[in-house]
């Protein structure tokens, strides 16, 4: 990582964007949220490239992981998990999701590997019925175009292309790692150190929503663009990252250091 990014990582800033909220201009209006004086994100550095996490971040997918969840437990017999429980099991990957699943149910932990497998399987065959991108991504990722941009996800790869076909996004990622690309997953750091190699280096800023995200920017020595309307369950303030935002038309100007 260059030594400017090293700087910029270096400050956080808790800067909740604020929007206006009015139809989709969502005018950010940086705040520094803590009240305490930060340094403000450098504008002399300039971002190469912009990696995105995924679930709970460009695109809220809870309702089709939930109902693929309770797809399977009807198949094994098993009463369904509510909404809320299942969209808090989310941002591990496939194996963590269903490690908790056989927890709260009390289902057989020898059943784990079929049930991974039968979750993919069906996830990747009907990936995104319910699943919707949040307000404003389409277009920060159109004011964002002109710089290569990647995913790393601990979403499998097979149900992530399947996702990004199904919305029309083929063309937006140059690179894709998602939780079955490498032997591990977030938060180790290896997966985003892979998506910054394949996306060639340089200057990297990732966007994510979660705890997972957080430590794995952290241990990768990446500075993290937290939005804050995903699956997180933990305090923004106790998540380390360089700038906050709730809402998409917020990002660019984030990125762009402005
Ligand atoms: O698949 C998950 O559990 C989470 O996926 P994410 O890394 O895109 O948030
Ligand atoms: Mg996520």
New binding site residues.
């Given amino acids: 990582m260059g030594s400017r990014a090293a700087a910029l990582a270096g400050r956080t800033r808790d800067v909740c964007a604020l929007c206006s909220g009015r139809s989709g201009r969502g005018i950010g209006r940086a705040a520094v949220a803590s009240g305490e004086t930060r340094q403000p994100v450098d504008g002399a550095v300039r971002v190469r490239a912009v990696l995105f996490?995924?679930?709970?971040?460009l695109v809220d997918s809870a309702p089709d992981i939930h109902a693929g969840v309770n797809a399977i437990l009807a198949e094994e017999g098993v009463a369904p998990l509510p909404f809320a429980t299942v969209r808090g099991f989310?941002?591990?990957?496939?194996p963590?999701?269903m490690t908790r699943v056989i927890a709260a149910t009390g289902m057989e932990p020898a059943r784990h590997g079929a049930l991974c497998a039968r979750f993919v399987e069906r996830y990747e065959h009907d990936p995104g019925g319910l699943t919707r991108p949040y307000e404003g991504v389409e277009e920060a990722l159109d004011a964002l175009a002109d710089l290569p941009l990647g995913l790393c996800?601990?979403?499998p790869e097979g149900p992530t292309r399947a996702l990004l076909s199904h919305l029309g996004w083929q063309g937006r990622f140059s690179v894709i790692v998602g939780?079955d690309t490498l032997p591990v997953r977030?938060p180790d750091p290896a997966p985003l150190h892979e998506a910054m190699r394949r996306i060639g280096g340089g200057e990297v800023l990732f966007v994510g929503?979660?705890e997972?995200d957080a430590e794995t920017a952290r241990s990768a020595g990446v500075p993290l663009l937290l939005f804050t309307q995903g699956y997180r369950s933990t305090e923004v303030a106790a998540l380390p990252h360089l700038a906050a935002f709730d809402h998409w038309s917020a990002l660019p100007a984030l990125v762009r250091g402005r």
């Fill in positions: 996490d995924l679930d709970g971040t989310i941002g591990g990957g496939v963590v999701l996800t601990n979403k939780g977030k929503d979660s997972v």
